[in-house]
């Protein structure tokens, strides 16, 4: 589990300038299940685009690259 923790983290510290770039930021919460958590910040809350960075960005990223995550979801 930790293994994949650290993977997911790696992951989401290379896709955090993108969100930077645009006044938002990312935050790992926990890997349950399969279902990878996280928490969008600044801009990123309340984005009209949240969906799309969230599932054709971030979740095809880590999905991509980490077979164990199966979806990501975003906690408020």
């Not at 399969?34 to 990223?61: F, N, S, W």
């Amino acid at each position: 589990m930790e293994n994949i923790e650290t993977k997911i983290i790696a992951v989401i510290d290379k896709l955090r300038p993108f969100l930077i770039s645009d006044g938002g930021n990312i935050e790992f919460v926990k890997f349950e299940e399969g279902i990878c958590y996280v928490r969008l910040l600044g801009h990123c809350q309340g984005c009209p685009m949240m969906d799309v960075t969230l599932k054709d960005g971030i979740e095809l990223a880590l999905t991509s690259e980490i077979p164990e995550v199966l979806e990501v979801r975003n906690v408020e």
